[in-house]
């Protein structure tokens, strides 16, 4: 090696010196936190005219929220005229519905899953297991939609709807297999991959000594991995779900194909009923308006859906955060 | 010897990147802004007219959507040379603009095809939509049972405006039951699978689906050409005056036989 090649990797020498390196990888991180600000800033100037007209209204239930959008469009080209009126309870409802639904049901079978593969799976079917189970985190979400939209939709509005069913609420809301209950049950099996991946890597880095220690006070297998693994890995349970339910609020094309596209708050108060209830979350109903953005106002409404998944966003990972706090102390960490 | 063959492309690249500005910049722009409907028909007759031997080299054209409200009020301000407009003129609309009529298109009702309606009328149509007749055993020669499942459109499609004015006039609303899609694709995979429903298309997405006949007449290119078909609409270039140059060429060319042959394909010609 040359005089000057050896010179230039020492620490301090060189143009790539540790203090420049430093300096520039400063710069580029600087810059993602900038882009993050000027994004949300972005975001929120242009989603202003639509909270700004409705206020606190905005969040609330009233009207049609499908009417609403389509005289919102029909707005006329004078600034002066423009129509904002919304109230987007509907949306929001129905976002919450499908995402609490699915984290709630996905998290109870990743926990399971993730305990049977560090646990209790052999390891020959572990060798196949685990990269169907990555494979799967994989999956484009626009394939879900359509398996959804081809299969499980019309098989679901042929042979578990009844007509009774369907007439019983006809006056409000369509049943035609297009449902909160379809786009959960595809919901769930889109982020339980992420989850069991992220616990069993926790559970595995559980220290041997702690289980070993329980096992040798007589504790059997399953308490074992009850009272000490699980409880160990709670905080990479609570890391699984913000992450699973980052994933969720912001799934638009397949719960725009399979729940059913119409601006409807589910009522739980329906019984059975309620699960075949059609809804539309905030994504959807983004992407679903998407063409339409040129018109100003109603634009700027689709800037204020997107305004209100950025909030929940974030607010989801600062509660993940503290949550996570307290179960620190004997915990390791995610 | 690397080095200076990477060079010699580079140079050839920046020769040929200054030839294609120089040619661009002689080139006239058509900007063009407005009905998503008529889009894919003003792009297909872009490409062809840009494709004339005449041409050549010398027309490039911007095409932009955004609902046909948006192109007649971006040319009466003189944002573009062409509005693309799928609706007729209003009163209401800017003065001193043209509308330019370019084709027609057909918008159909249609149902699943295990429910084929022998006709529906204007006033049925509106019941049916507006939730007034919810279930299909009030509508005559439905062979569907059961509640009727309205399948429409999204706010912002073109479509849906042309169903409003043709089928339901101004005053009638769309029932708020209805299961609005985003594209004609998934409206029509979910009247496919679901035989109590009925929506409405433009007739070249009516493959799979039946169309109903309206007012006794079917839903055809033949029955929309010859006028006898009453759920038509029209198709419009809008200019700012009367058209001049390049945008004045581009309206003849695609009034010409050539250019309506290609509107044949899959729209109803002038002629």
Known sequence: ?334 | MTRSRSLTVLIALVLSASLALTATATAATITMSGSTSVAPLATKLAKAFVNQPQNKGNVKFVILQGGSDIGITDVSRGRVTLGMSSRDPKPADPGGIVFNKIARDAVCIVTNSSNPIASLSQTQIQDIFSGRVRSWSQVPGASASGPIDLVVRTAASGTQDAFQNIFMGQTLRVAGSATTKSSNGLQAQTINSDPNAIGYASFHFTAGLHPVPYQGVPCTLRNAKSGQYAGSRNFYFVSRGAATGIAQKFIAFSRSSTAQALVASNWVPLR
Not at chain 1, 48 to 71: H, I, K, M, R, Y
Not at chain 1, 76 to 84: D, H, I, Q, R, T
Request: glycine letters at 8%.
């Open chain 1, 1 to 334: 090696m040359p005089e000057e090649a050896i010179a230039a990797s020492r620490p301090g020498t060189g143009f790539w010196s540790d203090a420049r390196v430093e300096r520039l990888l400063g710069a580029v991180a600087c810059l993602v936190l900038l882009l993050i600000v000027g994004m949300i800033g972005f975001v929120f100037a242009k989603a202003w005219p639509s909270f700004a007209d409705n206020g606190l209204a905005w969040f609330t239930s009233g009207g049609d929220v499908d009417l609403q959008l389509e005289d919102i469009f029909a707005s006329p080209s004078n600034p002066a005229e423009y129509v904002y009126h919304l109230r987007a309870w509907p949306l929001l409802w129905g976002t919450f519905v499908v995402t609490a639904g699915a984290v709630l049901i996905g998290i109870v079978f990743a926990l399971f899953a993730a305990i049977f593969i560090v646990e209790f799976a052999p390891s020959q079917v572990n060798r196949v297991l685990e990269p169907v189970v990555r494979l799967l985190a994989a999956v484009p979400s626009v394939v879900y939609g359509l398996i959804g939209i081809l299969v499980i939709v019309p098989w679901v509005g042929e042979h578990l709807i009844s007509i009774e069913r369907k007439e019983s609420v006809a006056n409000l809301v369509q049943l035609d297999g297009a449902s909160i209950s379809v786009g959960i049950l595809i919901l769930t099996v889109m982020i339980v991959p992420i989850m069991i991946a992220i616990v069993v890597d926790a559970l595995r880095a559980v220290p041997r000594s702690w289980i070993e220690g329980a096992a040798a006070l007589g504790a059997n297998r399953w308490r074992v991995t009850w009272t000490i693994a699980v409880r160990t890995a709670r905080p990479a349970i609570v890391a699984a779900a913000v992450l699973a339910t980052a994933r969720a609020l912001g799934e638009a094309i397949m719960l725009s194909m399979v729940a059913g596209s119409a601006s409807f708050a589910p009522n739980p108060i329906d019984g059975i009923t309620f699960l075949f209830e059609p809804t539309r979350p905030l994504a959807s109903a983004l992407v679903e308006n998407v063409e339409g953005l040129s018109v100003v106002p109603f634009g700027e409404t689709l800037f204020a859906f997107a305004a209100v998944l950025l909030v929940s966003s974030m607010f989801l990972s600062l509660a993940g955060f503290v949550a996570k706090q307290s179960m620190r102390k004997y915990g390791v960490r995610p």
